[in-house]
């Protein structure tokens, strides 16, 4: 007999970074028998290394601003390619949402008025990141955590999911298992909300901790729910580069929304050569009006500087591969020739002390090296602007793990107001469901097949070591599904990917149940192949680039496939790929976008002059 | 490098040895022996920035965050040695059990803002909140727990001693500009904040420079005299507290009585 603990709720809510926690807060809100479930301790989530601020047209400090304008932001900052049904709700709820963790006891930082400040980041016409200097994500995530905590809400921490519960077409619960003891544990749930972040860690170079290993899109495809938009990964333009054992940590945005630039190897301001058309006419041409730009939003253009990430990302690795770079194969993000030290250390003070501590680089009289890094993935479970709900019954995705909102490239900022404005309507919309629907039946026939799976490594004849594998698909990844992707090197990483599974098929792991890291990894990297595999399969479909999508071999955005996701499901075990048509946008909203469509080529790296300047 | 490995049973020091490379710090040693040695070393980490506090262990007997401990801060040759901090038990190798400290939060009564402004929002000026944001760094280490020394060596002080992270929690709270709670007598009676004599470990070891002691612990020292001993407030507070307070959700007692402040 199988040794499982077990439990019942109306809502379980798997992850507990910022979309999971407020989740899960509404759910319970709305009288929902509900857990939190979490493979870390509470409030260690990925939320919490949130750097620059949280969107939200709050006008405070430009009255000019208002959802429209964040919606025509996120909308172009996606190339388009967003339901826009998630971008509105976003852009309208998410000031709401701001203000209601103030109501919480989170403390922003305050306009000379006492308003909540607000920061310039890439891509929004106006400033408009409610922050706390430069750790918004810990203001966002304790805040969050206190107010779980104070309404008594059931947490499972270091706690793992592995597999969903599926019976007659509805999820029916989990299994998984806890870290600490290695005993199983089984939830039976009315409604399961998955809140599991993304995958950065298939990636070698990433901002993402270990935690990021596509649970929550793995689950999803397997108990036969819809992905879409799965080649839609994001670089962050800026991370550090040197030394090499931080290579890939986050420099927030908030240095450029502040006042840094980035530069070449020649002290060229190089982004004022990579300004694509469909940006041109919002941006400056020339360094004084950028400058001019921070001060005076109504008669200057914002800087290349704060173009979308795609667009900065891609025009980093292109200086690079052109020779232009830095020593260490970045480029110069330079905040001290432009800001004063005491600016500098009162706005910045993360960036400033992680500078000082590991790459001992004093920002305020230095410029700093940076690349781009594995931030997060648009793609994700496909679900349903208004309920969160998945294509599968009874399941809600919330946040990273989530898609549609981001379209083919996330604005910075909107991360932390999607997690708030998607978390809590899944939780409404899971507890509304938990209400209407009978109890759950477990399929006992399935858990125990689950059980056996998760105990495996322990049984198997094999000797492949977790570790290895993990890194092996790292480099995989990294070296031929990273920024600029072609035919040929996306169908060798296929070919790869099933020899890291015939290998992780063959882990076999030492030492006991308790707390044993090894094991965890070798669980976590059959979602980690499984979620990479759907990212090159869709990336091999889509056959043009956009956003965080780029075709060395179709470097145009083509209109045709801006009107398309490519969606991504798992049937007779097999992934099966098609394209779907996006839903349309309404006349009103269109207006508010504008007509012209993303065309140009892209900056893939090669001696192509994107937007002619040179 | 010598890591501890063992379980609540026991244990001991384990030397490993693995390739270095510049900027290393202690937790990407820890990693290597992970994949090159020891697949089961059991370690907790998230962020590897300082910014989760996840990582925290005892290198040369010193409470610090692997993440943020370079390997060039020793000589060359010089022994190291990684432990799990020592206030909480042992699960296995560098995790202990840090319970205490989710249990202890559950017994804070959480905010209460007061109605806001007649325009419908919320005013707060930066200097008004500048130093509450100090104590909104805080990142959950439990590093200042781990060095106090009320519970680091006395078991039986647990029960009645909340520790520094949570004076700093409260203080917060106490502090905040929009906060109604009244928890001073809570703090006195059930979080033991007389148990500190101000002797600043926990300063001095806090990741976030956050002044532990100076800003958080003594003015809430003063609050707690203030209110408990001053007749005059005592019975102004007596009047105010008056359908105010609201209190944790729940309150498990303490039996041990902590001297007072």
């Not at chain 1, 502040?258 to 070449?264: E, Q």
């Not at chain 1, 780029?550 to 099966?576: H, Q």
């Not at chain 2, 019975?235 to 041990?256: C, D, F, N, V, W």
Request: with cysteine.
């Amino acid at each position: 007999m199988r040794d499982i603990e077990r439990h019942q709720y109306d809502v379980v809510v798997v992850g507990a970074g910022g979309a999971g926690l407020r989740a899960a807060i509404e759910a319970h809100a709305n009288g929902a028998k509900t857990a939190l479930v979490c493979k870390s301790l509470l409030g260690k989530a990925h939320t919490v290394m949130a750097e620059g601020g949280i969107a939200a047209a709050l006008a405070n400090v430009w009255k000019e601003d208002n959802w429209k304008v964040h919606f025509r932001d996120t909308m172009r900052g996606g190339k388009l390619l967003n339901n826009w049904r998630m971008a509105q709700l976003h852009a309208q709820e998410s000031p709401e949402r701001v203000l209601e963790l103030e109501e919480w006891g989170a403390l922003f930082d305050r306009t000379k008025d006492g308003l909540i400040l607000q920061r310039d980041f890439g891509g929004h016409r106006y400033a408009r990141l409610a922050h706390v200097g430069d750790r918004t994500g810990l203001e966002m995530i304790r805040t969050l955590q206190n107010r779980a905590v104070a309404q008594g809400i059931d947490v499972f921490m270091e706690c793992t999911v592995r597999h969903l519960l599926v019976d007659a077409g509805r999820v029916s619960g989990a299994v998984g298992y806890w870290r600490q003891t290695g005993r199983l544990i089984a939830f039976a749930a009315k409604a399961v909300v998955l809140a599991t972040g993304g995958v950065g860690k298939a990636w070698k170079v990433t901002s993402n901790s270990w935690e990021y290993t596509g649970d929550g899109i793995a689950m999803a495809l397997d108990a036969g729910a819809d992905l879409i938009d799965m080649e839609m990964t994001q670089f962050h333009p800026t991370a550090m580069v040197w030394p090499l054992s931080v290579r890939g940590i986050l420099v927030t945005e908030g240095v450029r929304g502040d006042g840094g630039t980035l530069k070449n190897n020649k002290g060229e301001r190089f982004m004022f050569k990579y300004i694509p058309d469909f940006f041109r006419a919002d941006t400056a041409d020339t360094e004084r009006e950028a400058d001019a730009w921070y001060e005076d939003k109504r008669s200057n253009r914002r800087t290349p500087d704060l173009l979308p990430r795609d667009e900065v990302a891609r025009a980093i690795n292109a200086e690079v591969k052109a020779g232009r770079g830095t020593e260490h194969g970045g480029v110069f993000l330079d905040i001290a020739s432009r800001r004063p030290a005491d600016y500098i250390q009162r706005r910045l003070p993360s960036m400033y002390h992680q500078f000082k501590e590991l790459a001992d680089v004093d920002i305020t009289k230095e410029a700093m090296e940076v690349g781009p890094t594995l931030h997060y993935i648009m793609g994700g479970v496909r679900v349903d602007a208004d309920t969160a709900a998945t294509t599968l019954d009874g399941l809600y995705a919330a946040g990273e793990v989530a898609a549609g909102m981001h379209g083919a490239n996330r604005l910075g900022g909107n991360s932390l107001s999607d997690l708030l404005v998607f978390g809590r309507r899944a939780g409404l919309a899971a507890a509304d469901y938990a209400k209407r629907g009978a109890a759950p039946r477990i399929d006992e026939a399935q858990l125990g097949a689950y059980a056996d799976a998760i105990a495996a490594p322990f049984q198997r004849s094999g000797n492949e070591n977790p570790y290895q594998i993990q890194a092996d698909l790292q480099d995989t990844m990294q070296e031929l599904v990273g920024i600029i992707r072609t035919k040929s090197e996306l169908e060798e990483a296929l070919v790869r990917i099933e020899r890291l599974r015939a290998r992780a098929a063959r882990v076999r792991v030492p030492g006991t149940r308790v707390y044993n890291p090894g094991w965890h990894l070798a669980l976590d990297l059959e979602n980690l192949i499984g979620v990479s595999e759907a990212v090159i399969r869709s990336a091999l479909v889509r056959t043009e680039s956009r956003g965080g999508h780029t075709r060395e071999d179709y470097p145009k955005a083509d209109p045709e496939w801006g009107t398309k996701n490519v969606v991504t499901r798992r049937r007779a075990g097999r992934l099966e790929l098609v394209t779907e048509a996006i839903p349309g946008v309404p006349n009103e909203l269109q207006a508010l976008i504008g007509e012209d469509k993303p065309a140009g080529q892209v900056a893939t790296g090669e001696p192509v002059v994107i937007g002619g300047k040179e | 490098m010598k890591v501890w490995r063992g379980d609540r049973t026991g244990g001991e020091f384990v030397e490993y040895a693995v390739p270095s490379d510049p900027g290393m710090v202690v937790l990407d040693v820890i990693h290597r022996i992970q994949a090159a040695h020891a697949p089961d070393l059991a370690v907790r980490w998230n962020c590897k920035a300082g910014k989760c506090g996840s990582c925290s262990a005892e290198v040369n007997g010193h409470p610090v965050l692997m993440c943020m401990t370079r390997m060039s801060e020793f000589r060359g040759g010089e022994e190291i040695t990684v432990s799990p901090v020592k206030t909480f038990p042992v699960i296995k190798d560098l995790v202990t059990d840090v319970s205490f400290n989710f249990e202890k939060a559950k017994q804070i009564p959480p905010f209460k803002p007061k109605p806001k402004e007649p325009d419908g929002t919320r005013r707060m000026y930066q200097e008004d909140v500048d130093r509450v944001q100090e104590f909104h760094k805080c990142i959950e280490c439990f590093l200042c727990q781990d060095v106090c020394h009320v519970i680091r060596d006395h078991e039986e002080n647990k029960p009645s001693f909340s520790g520094p992270r949570f004076f700093v929690r409260l203080a917060a709270l106490e502090m905040h500009p929009l906060d109604t709670n009244d928890r001073l007598e809570l703090i006195r009676l059930k979080h033991g904040l007389g148990y500190c004599n101000i002797t600043k470990c926990c300063t001095e070891v806090c990741p976030e420079d956050i002044h532990i002691t100076d800003n958080a612990i003594i003015p809430l020292k003063e609050r707690v005299v203030t209110a408990h001993y001053d007749p005059v407030a005592w019975a102004l507070r007596r009047i105010r507290r008056t359908g105010q307070a609201s209190p944790a959700p729940s309150e498990p007692q303490s039996k041990a009585q902590p001297p007072s402040a």
